[in-house]
């Protein structure tokens, strides 16, 4: 079962084409997210599903009803903003009630939803705070506590972290991932935050120039991408450009600068002489001494990170990849001589 369904949606401002023929099914229940670098369109479409822009052509449907034309105070949809845009006169409370009220909901049904939207949120006790008496982390579970409380059909999420430091992120990542699960409602999340959206998300979708590059799980996306531009949006990878000069079962052989020969798994589209990418993970790396198997390189940098060390190195034949080692392995110094390898299938091969 659906929950939104665009069916070649499209939004232009003046010349600029920001979303360009997008078609998307969102389930009930999923958490799913839209991310993309700054203008890709995913802010955009966001607001379209919410009707706060309007679509040039195509059809949007929310709970297998046409809402296309439908204004944004008719449609099944909350939206969790950036800013949070709470009223700043109003209580903790007045702020979670503020939709029921303006809808006419009697008093002990306000009081009734209010209690239960902000025990849900862990902010039972702060009903009669003001905004500004919150923290940071707090003002962002007062604006979802809001949003839930009409029980919306879809919760739209615009960057609701952006402001959070990473500590707060993290923590507040678990509670939307609990929060969600417990409710059953579908999320929507726009994010250019790729660990934020892995982390959170059944589904992604990655947005380049007003269209959808690749849809799908997050390990699907990121250990299979459609080509060199998902690659390297979505985590961090190595890339090491070339031709691919043979192919046999799942595997493809691709040439480099200087002659050098590199295998990996490779994409269905990619044909002999085609120009491809080798994506290089910094998990899937392995780091050798000089004159073992694998590239030649020297260490540039080290920094430990607690959990692991990433080693970033220049390849022999240009660039510069990073691999992530365990932590408890001492890293080479800056200057050192290294190889670097990995197994075929721990690289994927994608059209450049």
């Excluded at 949809?77 to 909901?105: C, I, M």
């Excluded at 008093?107 to 209690?115: G, L, P, S, W």
């Excluded at 923290?135 to 919306?152: C, E, I, N, T, Y």
């Excluded at 990849?321 to 299938?345: K, M």
Aim: aromatic share 4%; net charge neutral; proline share 4%.
């Amino acid at each position: 079962m659906t929950a939104v369904v665009l069916e070649a949606v499209s939004k232009a401002f003046g010349t600029l084409r920001a979303v360009d023929d997008v078609s998307l099914d969102i389930r009930e229940g999923e958490f799913f997210a839209l991310i993309g670098g700054s203008g890709c369109g995913k802010t955009t479409l966001l607001r379209l599903i919410a009707g706060l822009e309007r679509a040039d052509r195509g059809t949007i449907r929310i709970a297998d009803a046409d809402a296309t034309r439908l204004p944004a105070w008719e449609r099944p949809v909350n939206t969790v903003f950036q800013s949070y845009a709470l009223f700043p006169h109003l209580s903790v409370a007045r702020n979670v009630a503020y939709g029921l009220e303006r809808d006419g909901a009697d008093k002990a049904t306000i009081r009734a939803r209010v209690e239960e939207m902000l025990g849900l949120v862990q902010l039972a006790g702060l009903e009669g705070r003001r905004p500004h008496e919150l923290s940071g982390g707090q003002r962002q579970r007062v604006a979802l506590a809001r949003a839930l409380a009409k029980h919306p059909r879809v919760l739209l999420l615009d960057e609701p972290m952006a402001a959070l430091d990473r500590s707060l992120r993290e923590e507040t990542r678990s509670q939307l991932v609990r929060l969600q699960r417990r409710l059953g409602t579908t999320f929507v999340l726009v994010t250019h935050d790729q660990e934020e959206a892995m982390g959170l998300a059944d589904r992604l979708a990655v947005m380049r120039a007003g269209r959808i590059a690749q849809i799908g799980t997050p390990r699907d996306v990121y250990e299979n991408p459609v080509d060199r531009g998902v690659a390297a949006f979505l985590g961090r990878a190595g890339l090491i450009d070339g031709r691919v000069v043979s192919r046999a079962g799942g595997h493809a052989e691709l040439e480099a600068i200087g002659g050098v020969r590199l295998r990996g798994r490779a994409s269905g589209a990619l044909a002999v002489g085609a120009r491809a990418s080798l994506v290089l993970r910094p998990d899937r790396l392995r780091l050798g001494e000089a004159g073992d198997a694998g590239l030649p390189a020297r260490v540039e940098h080290a920094a430990f990170l607690g959990e692991s060390v990433t080693v970033t190195v220049s390849l022999d034949l240009g660039g510069e990849i990073v691999l992530a080692l365990d932590a408890l392995a001492p890293p080479p110094p800056g200057g050192a001589r290294v190889t670097v390898d990995w197994a075929a299938d721990d690289a994927v091969m994608v059209p450049a």
